[in-house]
T-cell receptor, first 114, second 114 residues
Framework: KAGVTQTPRYLIKTRGQQVTLSCSPISGHRSVSWYQQTPGQGLQFLFE???????NKGNFPGRFSGRQFSNSRSEMNVSTLELGDSALYLCASSLVGTSVYEQYFGPGTRLTVT | AQTVTQSQPEMSVQEAETVTLSCTYDTSESDYYLFWYKQPPSRQMILVIRQEAYKQQNATENRFSVNFQKAAKSFSLKISDSQLGDAAMYFC???????????FGEGTQLTVNP
């Protein structure tokens, strides 16, 4: 099976712009979670989508949003970019419904805001 | 809410030796999972081992094993016969059974010396 894929891998944006990141989960996985990784804050949970619905949300401002499509692919959007949004954004998928679940991560999208 | 603490920012070990990485956590959940993830320089998060909180038996995966002390809320990772490829950042994480949200520790940078 193919792993979790994320596009693009690298992105450079200017402050004030918006950006959309994409994540394709492992085939059959219906849950997609997003995480932000920065040197200062570490790994922080953004949100989780399951069956096209946001099921869980972390403590991020409303500028961060996401969605999930019927094929389980997910996108996250960040509007009005700030310098502090520079980070590695990781997507993870999991097979919900099994007795033990685990998340498989994609390679991440490195976002740089200038 | 869950919190995860890794008190060792850096650790080093000689090749073929054994090293133990520490992790403590706090949770109000009665049922949860604990994980160790490895993040090499490629930034790809790789699941190393997982432990279901309701299981008393410590999980083992080849050279990797955990020491799960539920009462003490401690979850350490032991790497036996360390190899150069084990060099990476290691993250301890906890997960709720009610969703896919993972809470990560600060990470421990492991160096393996030849």
């Amino acid at each position: 099976k193919a792993g979790v894929t994320q596009t693009p891998r690298y992105l450079i944006k200017t402050r004030g712009q918006q950006v959309t990141l994409s994540c394709s989960p492992i085939s059959g996985h219906r849950s997609v979670s997003w995480y932000q990784q920065t040197p200062g804050q570490g790994l922080q949970f953004l949100f989780e989508y399951f069956s096209e619905t946001q099921r869980n949300k972390g403590n991020f401002p409303g500028r961060f949003s996401g969605r999930q499509f019927s094929n389980s692919r997910s996108e996250m959007n960040v509007s009005t970019l700030e310098l502090g949004d520079s980070a590695l954004y990781l997507c993870a998928s999991s097979l919900v419904g099994t007795s033990v679940y685990e998340q498989y991560f994609g390679p991440g999208t490195r976002l740089t805001v200038t | 809410a869950q919190t995860v603490t890794q008190s060792q920012p850096e650790m080093s070990v000689q090749e073929a030796e054994t090293v133990t990485l520490s992790c403590t956590y706090d949770t109000s959940e009665s049922d949860y999972y604990l994980f160790w993830y490895k993040q090499p320089p490629s930034r790809q998060m790789i699941l190393v081992i997982r432990q279901e909180a309701y299981k008393q038996q410590n999980a083992t995966e080849n050279r990797f094993s955990v020491n799960f002390q539920k009462a003490a809320k401690s979850f350490s990772l032991k790497i036996s016969d360390s190899q150069l490829g084990d060099a990476a950042m290691y993250f301890c994480a906890s997960g709720e059974t009610s969703g896919s949200r993972l809470t990560f520790g600060e990470g421990t940078q492991l160096t393996v010396n030849p």
